[in-house]
């Protein structure tokens, strides 16, 4: 697929993930990214946003398998991966897949189940296979976690390791409408949803082939020595536990050129560095003095690297890129 198909089909998405969710393009735009990276993403938000809403009108616009677990903290990793039962005809065990074995996975409120539930995941996010007596199968391809959880109720819930956020391209917030778009959005559904109406507009052979086709887009030396520049910048610090890991510097990069196949360029800027550095990084970060305003202060540390941090401005040739 050449960069102007991978443009053309995340349009596509896009505009059909639009006609439900009213206001929010940007957030749109991103999640349309991050399935077309081959990444996963976490929606955080407070109740009623859309989170689930965005969730299902992304599967809906792709024609592929979906499945939905609604995590709880009586939910078991078997009924996230699959288990073995025994067939008294044929007098053995046989695996029955679990609804991991998909395209789209939506794993709603994930942060309600057990971390030993929470980990059955991943192996699938990480490797797109799962493991179980002994033997390893294969996920279907193309394979995406839309994952949400709220903030807000920390009773009954179990906060996300660290190992598994890494494992999430992006971390996104929906936000709440405003203005015009309420309005928007009571005249939408005043009769119908209108994710009911939606059909699919990609197939996953093209998104299999966006993501194989996105490595074509060009990322020069300067470009990437800030982004690992940007990287090391979050590990230091007084008040910073832990910071951006090599797969999260791998993962802004895959952003990065996807975002400029995105804006119909063969090329990455350091705008899309920058725009992408609070979703990609943040939470990668922990910083010290508890959970409560940990991703508040990593958010505000990401603000402070990217003022901080001098990046490469485009030549006028487009040869290359030298620092501001």
Do not use: W
């Amino acid at each position: 697929m050449e960069i102007s198909g991978i443009t053309s089909l995340a349009s596509k998405i896009s505009e059909n993930i639009a006609k439900v969710i009213v206001g929010k393009n940007d957030v749109i735009k991103l999640v349309t990214t991050a399935l077309l990276a081959g990444g996963h993403v976490l929606l955080e938000d407070v109740p009623g946003t859309g989170k689930t809403v965005l969730a299902k009108s992304l599967a809906r616009s792709v024609a592929g398998d979906f499945r939905r677990i609604q995590f709880t903290p009586d939910l078991l990793p078997s009924d996230v991966t699959g288990t073995s039962v025994f067939d008294q005809q044929k007098l053995e065990f046989e695996f029955k897949q679990g609804p991991a074995f998909t395209n789209i996975l939506l794993a709603d409120e994930i942060n309600r189940a057990t971390p030993r539930t929470q980990s059955a995941l991943l192996e699938c996010m990480e490797e797109r296979q799962i493991t179980a007596d002994g033997e390893t199968m294969p996920l279907p391809a193309p394979f995406f976690v839309i994952a949400t959880q709220n903030p807000v109720e920390i009773q009954g819930t179990f906060p996300l390791p660290e190992a598994q956020l890494d494992r999430f391209l992006m971390k996104l917030s929906m936000g709440y409408p405003e203005g015009a778009d309420a309005v928007t959005l009571i005249d939408r559904f005043i009769e119908a949803s209108p994710l009911e109406e939606i059909t699919s507009v990609a197939t996953t052979e093209e998104i299999l082939d966006a993501q194989r086709s996105f490595s074509k887009v060009h990322v020069s030396a300067p470009v990437r020595e800030y982004i690992a520049r940007l990287a090391s910048e979050t590990r230091k610090g007084a008040d910073v536990s832990l910071g951006v890991s090599p797969r999260g510097v791998l993962a802004m990069l895959r952003a990065a050129q996807v975002a400029a196949a995105v804006e119909g360029r063969a090329y990455v800027l350091p705008d899309d560095v920058k725009m992408l550095a609070p979703h990609v990084f943040t939470h990668r970060m922990i910083m010290r003095g508890g959970l409560s305003m940990g991703a508040a202060k990593a958010r505000e540390r990401i603000e402070q690297i990217l003022a901080n941090t001098p990046a490469p401005t485009e030549d006028p040739s487009l040869t290359g890129m030298i620092e501001a």
